[in-house]
Every structure is written in structure tokens, then in C-alpha cells.
């Protein structure tokens, strides 16, 4: 067979591995575009972000409900009708009218109404806190849906091209071996290495699909094509955020993070619960006033006034015992909620910590990935050119493009854990905001240097 026979064959190789990368990577979307693009699309009309701004709606509301226990009551009635009187001694027609005020006002309840209005307050912060945390758990949700496509295409991008190289350096089309065949060393050791290429490709085909289908749940769309998806540059607004050591942001996570905020809000809910129950032992002061203006009403002749004033003073004797129980489990209540707070206290010390070092490792990783690659790629031009004259075999080539091609998976996994471990720190410390997602005034990769 000729060598520009086995060239031709190999160029017809190369030529449908690109067809099939093509086939791939390009599955039709309409405009899809940034990172920053994609989140806000989310934000704007996913079922979590419009269910927690609607719980925040009715949070403050509640709070109106509960001041307005202090307003009066008014009310207005107006009667007009006839009233007759048949079959008895002094029988009778009148036509009545009747026009009555009143006004009810609630003095003091022992503390009972102000409990409830502080804790409809505390309750419209936490439903603030609770959208938040939707809206950064979507937006991380997200980031990691797009960053992991990007991820995925990459890698299966390396993996055909490894595979294509893998053959045009071992010769080898295929890697079926019959028992007993006699085949030299080498050339085991090459149909060996193909295969594991193709294995790679499938592997890596799967886990690209997959992420395909993670990315069209995430932001409900059929299709995606991520020749238009770009790798983001994180802005050096954003990185100027970041603690500086774990104890940093164990402090910060302590004063800031949602979760504790939650749970501390939580515990001053149960402190207000415990004071409406005792206001349950105590007096209620309500006053009333009433007009009322009547015009042969009752089948009295002529009109007259009626005017009321009065202040109550209610004191709940039957209390002390019929109330007892639901203020024990108010206490109880209490207890429970402080010592909830205690254990997420611990959990948010954990989580501060956790995020610290994956951030540093992050960053120290991707330092490392940044260095092999380069050394990967040195390392193949060199194993090339020396098998060009000589001086090593196929097997060297080989084992460096292998070498290249793991340096390069690790290079785009250390890339996106780097990003998406900032978010998670700022989301611990209660900073993350989604115009941090990215900056959209220049195109970056997953580099996060300042310059």
C-alpha cells in the first residue's frame, strides 16, 4: 500500500472526525449569549424567583394586617323601612329611618398586638432573605449548568481530536485483535491506546449530552448551541469581595450569611410568640363611641339622638388555666429555635470554612493546570520532533499526546471549579448580586486576573 495511499485515508479520517465534532457541538439555538444573558433570562420568569417575590408580597401585607389591629373600626348603618302593627289594642304604620356611627378602638392588649406587629416585621425580613437564597441558588444552579456545557464540549473536543491523533500516530484503524494473531509488542501496545481513545470519546460523548440536557432544564429551552456560549471573566470588582483568609470568612459568614440570619430571625419570632401567650394572662383595654339618629323608629313618634362613650376593661380570669398550655408551648417552642440556631451556627462555620478552601485550592490548582498544560505541550513538540528523526518511537508520541490531552481536561475542570467556587464564597458571606456573574465589558476565558 502506498504512502500517499495510507495519507489519502488519513486525511478522508480526519475530515469525518471533524464532521462529527461539528455534528456535536452545533445543535440550533435561537440567540443564546453570555453567561450574565442566560442567568438574567432565568431570574426574569423561573417558578422559584416569581413563587418567593409573591411569599415576599404577602410578608408585607401581613405587616399592614398587623399595624392595622390599632385602627379603628368605623361603621356606618342606615336603616329605612315600614313597620306595622295588626290585631292588637293599639294598632299601627310607621315609616322608620334610623342612621348610626360607631367607632371601636383596641387601647392595649398587654403587649399582644405589638408582639404580632414585630414579628410580621421579622417575618418580611426573612421572606427578603428566603428570595435572596432562591434567587443565588438559581443563579449558581445556572452558572454551573452553562459552565459545565462549556466543560463538557471541551473535553469531548480534546477526546476526538486525541483519538484522531492517536490513530494518525499509531497507524492503527483498528483495534480488533484475534487470539493467537502474532502481532508485535508495539503494535498491541498501539491498538491498546487507540482504544482507550475511543473509550474516552464515548465516555466524554455521554457526559457532553447529559450536560445538554442539565443546560435545557435549567433554562427551559429545547435547543442550545454552544459554539455561542463564552467562557466568563469574572470582574475585579467582584474579586476585591473575596476574604482574604479562612478566618475572614468565617467572621463575615457569622454576621452575614442568610442561613444564620434565618435562624436568629426565627428565634425572635419565638421570643414574640412567648409574649402574645403572656399577654393572654393579662387585661385588654378597648373604648367605643356610637351616634345614632332615629326617626319614629320602634313606632315611637318624632326622632331623637342616642349617644354612647365607653372603655372596657377585660381581665381573663379563666386565663391563668385555659391558656397555660399554649404558652408552655410557646416556651418549648423558644427552646427549640435557640437550639436550632446554635446547631446552624456550627453549620455556617463549616460551610465558611469549606468554601474558603475550595476556593484556595481552586486557585492554587488551576496555577498547577496552567503549568502542566504548558509543560504537556512542550513535551508533545518535542516528542514529535524527535520522532521525526529517529530518535524515539510512536509509543512516546502517544503517551505525550495522552499527557496533553488530561492536562487540558484538568486545565477546563480547575478553569470552572476556580468560578464557580467564587460564587459559592460570595454566597456564604451574603454578597453575592447577579450583575457579579460575570463582567460583560470585555471578552475573557476562565482566566480571573485583573488584567
Known sequence: MSRNYIEFIKMIIKSALTS??????????????????????????????????????????????????????????AEAGRANKFNVASASQKNFKTFD????????????????????????????????SSRNDLMIEAAEAYLGLIKAGEKLETSIQAEANTRQTSGQEEIRVQVGSGLASDVLKSKRQLANAQKSVISDEKSYKSAIYTYEKVFDVDEVNVDVLSKPRLAPGTLELLPDSMKETVSLALLMNRDLLISAIDVKVARNDVSSALANFGPTVDAALSWKHKDDASHTDGNHLEEEAKVTIDFPLSGIYMEMPSYQNDRSALDRAINDHAVKERDTIKSAKDAWQEYANARTMLSYSENEAAIAKELLSISMKERESGQTDAAAVLAAEETLSGAMNDLSDDSMTLVTSVYELLDVINMLEPDMIEDTRKVGSFNTSTQ
Open 20 to 77: 462529527v465534532i461539528a455534528f456535536l457541538m452545533v445543535i440550533t439555538l435561537s440567540n443564546a449569549s453570555s453567561l450574565t444573558d442566560m442567568v438574567n433570562s432565568v431570574l426574569d420568569g423561573h417558578e422559584d424567583i416569581v413563587n418567593a417575590k409573591k411569599e415576599l408580597e404577602e410578608a408585607g401585607r401581613d405587616v399592614t394586617d398587623a399595624q392595622l389591629a390599632y385602627a379603628p373600626d368605623l361603621g356606618i348603618k
Open 101 to 132: 356611627l360607631t367607632w371601636d378602638q383596641k387601647i392595649m392588649d398587654s403587649g399582644a398586638t405589638m408582639a404580632d406587629i414585630r414579628s410580621a416585621n421579622l417575618k418580611l425580613d426573612k421572606a427578603e432573605l428566603e428570595y435572596i
